[in-house]
């Protein structure tokens, strides 16, 4: 762990393993939190906050979350090996992520150069109002197992850039990467206690973040039942909250759409990282008469995908990220049946002796669904995506928002006029159109209803992280 720049055990010595999952086997063994640990590494944020990074020149926060995203770059490679090991991610994908991981620290240690607040003319000539913008306190950043580092620095960076102090808890599935990042911040010069990394499960360790009256802020990402539940928790001591939670966002695909590039976006949304991506459309709505050819397509590239070992340049899809959720995800394919859909392109693995682990699962679409079945309606979270069928644009719209989700949507049409009505009438936080859902560190990305609260990525991350002051000066 890091707390109060130095690396450290926890308190108690105790440690709990971070498993690979295409082998089973433990990788390391991880000092494991407790909440005393929780509450030395708030003190420690709150410390730095007080003494020196709050009133820390622009300039020179700049300056180092500059030198990290320097340091981080020379160590993309190794990073993106203890992903593969420690997530199961295909290493070309692993590397593929993590090589935009100095960019988001790029992104915003320029960002926070252009921080202001604005001189308002109020109605009243006696008086000179401005309004100045300041960082909160001490931030709690909750990440969870499926995009480790990147998600952590797409937390981290902002509030650090706005001038906050910072405690993260990785996920207790996936904690290898941040730990690594701790030794690159030490080396960074940042001062102690500006990032703090803690270890282990969401109770105790996240919830001690979360109850600590002293945390001004928690950053979580993750499913939606742990982000009600801190929701409800942060209300004690009303913290500021961005929650960016589950989805299951929707592909909107019309007759006169280019339905190669709509098959390729659909392949990929449930093979890239074993479809354990929140932005996922995972609900696939066809046009009657493409809906065939579209399925066909569709189940021929799921069949021929490259599954194995995360280790080889060759695999495209490797395990889901634990034996548990692998089981999970079985979970759904029975109650798919049992509901009346059926799961196609779902090639039996029991020949497959290369793969080491029960953590593999192959590729699968749910036909003959409708979006009332609990495969339309509820994240599966795995490489599992429901077709439903539609005929009128406006059958297709009330598909998309019949969901207590709101993240993202796909729309491919080649009429431009039925694009942009869709755009406002898809009540979702990112609508794409005519390309799949890629989000990138200079947009913001967050959800609408139960996907979140608050946006990550772009200028509106570093505003979330920051409180208005407004100043009335007597004249
Ligand atoms: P999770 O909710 O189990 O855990 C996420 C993190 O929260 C972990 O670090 C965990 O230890 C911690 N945590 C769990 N319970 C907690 C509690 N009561 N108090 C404090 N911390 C707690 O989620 P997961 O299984 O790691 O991740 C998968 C989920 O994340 C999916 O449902 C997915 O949709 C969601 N997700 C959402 C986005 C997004 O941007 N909307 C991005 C990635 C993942």
Request: charged share 25%; net charge neutral.
């Given at each position: 762990?890091?707390?109060?720049?130095?690396?450290?055990?926890?308190l108690?010595?105790?440690?709990?393993?971070?498993?690979?999952?295409?082998?089973?086997?433990t990788?390391a063994?991880?000092?494991?939190?407790?909440?005393?640990?929780v509450?030395?590494?708030?003190?420690?944020?709150?410390?730095?906050?007080?003494?020196?990074?709050?009133?820390?020149?622009?300039?020179?926060?700049s300056?180092?979350?500059?030198?990290?995203?320097?340091?981080?770059?020379?160590?993309?490679?190794?990073?993106?090996?203890?992903?593969?090991?420690?997530?199961?991610?295909?290493?070309?994908?692993?590397?593929?992520?993590?090589?935009?991981?100095?960019?988001?620290?790029?992104?915003?240690?320029?960002?926070?150069?252009?921080?202001?607040?604005?001189?308002?003319?109020?109605?009243?000539?006696?008086?000179?109002?401005?309004?100045?913008?300041?960082?909160?306190?001490?931030?709690?950043?909750?990440?969870?197992?499926?995009?480790?580092?990147?998600?952590?620095?797409?937390?981290?960076?902002?509030?650090?850039?706005a001038?906050?102090?910072?405690?993260?808890?990785?996920s207790?599935?996936?904690?290898?990467?941040?730990?690594?990042?701790?030794?690159?911040?030490a080396?960074?010069?940042?001062?102690?206690?500006?990032v703090?990394?803690?270890?282990?499960?969401?109770?105790?360790?996240?919830a001690?973040?979360?109850?600590?009256?002293?945390v001004?802020?928690?950053?979580?990402?993750?499913?939606?039942?742990?982000?009600k539940?801190?929701?409800?928790?942060?209300?004690?001591?009303?913290?500021?909250?961005?929650?960016?939670?589950?989805g299951?966002?929707?592909?909107?695909?019309?007759?006169?759409?280019?339905?190669?590039?709509?098959?390729?976006?659909?392949?990929?949304?449930?093979?890239?990282?074993?479809?354990?991506?929140?932005?996922?459309?995972?609900?696939?709505?066809?046009?009657?008469?493409?809906?065939?050819?579209?399925?066909?397509?569709?189940?021929?590239?799921?069949?021929a995908?490259?599954?194995?070992?995360?280790?080889?340049?060759?695999?495209?899809?490797?395990p889901?990220?634990?034996?548990?959720?692998?089981?999970k995800?079985?979970?759904?394919?029975?109650?798919g049946k049992?509901?009346?859909?059926?799961?196609?392109?779902?090639?039996?693995?029991a020949?497959?002796?290369?793969?080491?682990?029960?953590?593999?699962?192959?590729?699968?679409?749910?036909?003959?669904?409708?979006?009332?079945?609990?495969?339309?309606?509820?994240?599966?979270?795995?490489?599992?995506?429901?077709?439903?069928?539609?005929r009128?644009?406006e059958?297709?719209?009330?598909?998309?928002?019949?969901?207590?989700y709101?993240?993202a949507a796909?729309?491919?049409?080649?009429?431009?006029?039925?694009?942009?009505?869709?755009?406002?009438?898809?009540?979702?936080?990112t609508?794409?159109?005519?390309?799949g859902?890629?989000?990138?560190?200079?947009?913001?990305?967050?959800?609408?209803?139960?996907?979140?609260?608050?946006?990550?990525?772009?200028?509106?991350?570093?505003?979330?992280?920051?409180?208005?002051?407004?100043?009335?000066?007597?004249?």
């Amino acid at each position: 762990m890091l707390i109060d720049g130095k690396e450290v055990p926890s308190l108690s010595g105790k440690t709990f393993p971070s498993i690979d999952p295409s082998t089973g086997k433990t990788l390391a063994d991880v000092y494991e939190a407790g909440v005393e640990d929780v509450a030395l590494a708030v003190g420690a944020a709150q410390k730095a906050f007080e003494s020196t990074w709050r009133s820390t020149l622009p300039r020179d926060r700049s300056k180092k979350l500059m030198k990290l995203a320097e340091l981080l770059s020379a160590k993309v490679e190794m990073m993106s090996w203890l992903e593969c090991y420690d997530a199961g991610k295909p290493i070309t994908a692993s590397r593929a992520w993590l090589a935009g991981g100095p960019g988001t620290l790029e992104y915003y240690a320029g960002c926070l150069l252009t921080l202001s607040g604005e001189t308002l003319e109020v109605s009243d000539r006696t008086l000179m109002d401005f309004t100045l913008r300041e960082p909160l306190g001490v931030c709690g950043l909750i990440v969870p197992w499926n995009f480790p580092l990147s998600i952590a620095l797409l937390k981290m960076a902002p509030a650090v850039a706005a001038g906050n102090c910072v405690v993260i808890k990785p996920s207790e599935v996936t904690p290898l990467s941040t730990v690594e990042l701790g030794a690159l911040v030490a080396e960074a010069g940042f001062p102690p206690g500006v990032v703090n990394i803690v270890n282990g499960p969401g109770d105790p360790v996240g919830a001690a973040l979360v109850r600590d009256p002293r945390v001004a802020k928690i950053s979580f990402t993750g499913g939606t039942v742990s982000g009600k539940r801190i929701f409800r928790e942060a209300a004690d001591t009303v913290k500021r909250l961005t929650l960016e939670l589950g989805g299951k966002s929707a592909s909107l695909v019309f007759a006169d759409a280019d339905v190669d590039k709509a098959v390729n976006v659909a392949f990929t949304d449930i093979v890239r990282n074993s479809g354990q991506v929140c932005g996922a459309c995972t609900r696939v709505l066809l046009e009657e008469p493409i809906a065939d050819a579209f399925i066909a397509k569709l189940e021929a590239k799921l069949r021929a995908v490259k599954l194995g070992m995360p280790e080889s340049t060759e695999t495209e899809m490797g395990p889901m990220v634990s034996s548990d959720q692998a089981a999970k995800v079985r979970g759904y394919v029975e109650i798919g049946k049992a509901e009346g859909a059926t799961p196609r392109a779902y090639v039996d693995l029991a020949g497959r002796a290369d793969l080491a682990s029960d953590a593999f699962l192959p590729p699968m679409l749910f036909h003959g669904a409708t979006n009332a079945m609990r495969v339309a309606r509820e994240e599966i979270f795995g490489p599992a995506l429901t077709v439903i069928r539609f005929r009128t644009e406006e059958e297709a719209v009330a598909i998309t928002n019949d969901t207590r989700y709101g993240l993202a949507a796909c729309v491919f049409t080649r009429d431009a006029g039925r694009a942009m009505r869709l755009v406002r009438s898809v009540s979702a936080g990112t609508v794409c159109v005519n390309t799949g859902v890629r989000s990138s560190v200079d947009a913001p990305f967050g959800g609408f209803r139960e996907s979140g609260i608050g946006k990550e990525r772009g200028k509106e991350a570093l505003l979330d992280d920051t409180q208005l002051k407004n100043v009335r000066y007597g004249l």
